[in-house]
């Protein structure tokens, strides 16, 4: 496995390390001078969240919260998610995809990562505000940065963006303000301005999460370990107990505490992640790899009886996973 650098940055187009020269101070003052005399030109106000599940609705509860002000228009072909929300006055407005993007100031593409790019498509040849920032939520990075090409071309601002936090619950009912809290989420640089960046992060920073910026490839290959690879082997793992058992009486019903924290994720859904593993399939299959090999290793000291390297592969494992816990 390579090593990679990751980095937390402020991401804006034409940031430059080193604040403190006259220079710099005279141009930041003048700045805000311009931004506080044309505030209500600057200042963002429409939001649209497309797809109003767990994560687009934790977004609208989130940026509801930082700024009361906002519209968030929420598009979504499920009634029951986007009617929870209006009752609820997380979301002002439900209009379709195209009714709405044209009066966004940020659009914050949050349906299955098949959806987004479907939808970033359309949005390159749509009538948008001159200033509009489309950003997105997607478990994978590469396939949609690729997309989003097409709206940096067509002088659209893009920023890739995916919070490292959820649950395998979805719907708007389940979201909630602090579904992101002390979680890292990551930003890949498209064609953002630093204005556009210092906005989206102001309404999301009820969140609390770690901003970290990170090259889509790098990321793409680090969620395939963290998170694209443990959802592959949870699931395989659910199904081949629930074979196993089958003509067991008692069953999967036995199971205790190890097999559900083990396999909690396999209850996810299964049109979401069936888009992701569909979009960093190359990844996911590198990384699978190397899991079956040092499966086929474990086995082998399982079936000779080495108890040496059954206690050491135990152990080493023990002691990384309580660090990731203090
Ligand atoms: N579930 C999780 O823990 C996390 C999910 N993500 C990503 O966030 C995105 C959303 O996931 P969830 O909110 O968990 O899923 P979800 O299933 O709770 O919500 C997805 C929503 O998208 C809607 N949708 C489907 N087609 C649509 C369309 N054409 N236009 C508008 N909306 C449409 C669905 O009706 C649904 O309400 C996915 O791309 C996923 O990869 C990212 C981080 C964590
Ligand atoms: O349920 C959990 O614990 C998760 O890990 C949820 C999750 C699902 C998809 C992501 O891209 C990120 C986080």
């Known amino acids: 496995m390579q ?3 990751f980095h937390i940055s402020t991401l804006g187009k034409n940031s430059k390390p080193g604040n403190s020269c006259p220079r710099r101070l005279i141009f930041q003052f003048l700045t805000a001078l311009l931004r506080s005399l044309f505030k209500e030109k600057i200042k963002m106000k429409t939001i649209v969240i497309s797809g109003l599940g767990l994560i687009g609705s934790s977004i609208a509860r989130i940026m509801k919260q930082a700024d009361p002000a906002i519209e968030i228009i929420g598009c979504d072909p499920d009634d029951d998610s986007a009617q929870f929300l ?5 979301i002002d407005r439900r209009l379709t995809f195209a009714a709405a993007v044209p009066l966004a100031d940020i659009i914050v593409l949050a349906g299955p990562v098949s959806v987004i790019i479907e939808q970033i498509r359309k949005l390159a040849v749509m009538p948008l505000k001159d200033n509009v920032l489309v950003t997105d939520v997607g478990s ?3 396939t949609i940065m690729d997309a989003a090409q097409l709206l940096i071309d067509n002088q659209i601002a893009f920023l890739g963006g995916h919070p490292m936090a959820g649950s395998h619950e979805s719907g708007s009912q389940s979201g909630r303000i602090n579904l992101f809290a ?3 989420y990551f930003l890949v640089s498209g064609s953002q301005t630093r204005n556009q960046l210092s ?3 102001r309404l999301m920073a009820p969140a609390k999460v770690r901003w970290t910026e990170i090259a889509a490839n790098d990321h793409d ?5 963290l998170s694209h690879v443990p959802h592959v082997i949870a699931t395989t793992l659910v199904n081949t107990v629930a ?3 089958k003509n067991n009486q008692i069953g999967l019903q036995a199971a205790a505490g190890g097999f559900k924290d083990t396999t909690r994720i396999a209850a996810s859904d299964p049109t979401m992640w069936t888009a992701i593993l569909l979009s960093n399939g190359g990844e996911i299959c590198k990384e699978l790899e190397d899991f079956k090999a040092q499966l086929t290793q474990f086995e082998a ?3 000779r009886g080495d108890r040496q390297e059954i206690f050491e592969t135990l152990k080493k494992a023990q002691r990384i996973r309580q660090s990731l816990d203090r």
């Open 182 to 184: 002390g979680a890292t």
């Open 86 to 90: 209006l009752t609820q006055r997380v």
């Open 301 to 303: 000291a399982i079936r």
């Open 3 to 5: 090593s990679r650098n």
């Open 140 to 142: 994978s990075k590469v």
């Open 243 to 245: 074979k196993s058992v």
């Open 199 to 201: 906005e989206f992060q």
């Open 221 to 225: 290959q680090l969620v395939s370990e």
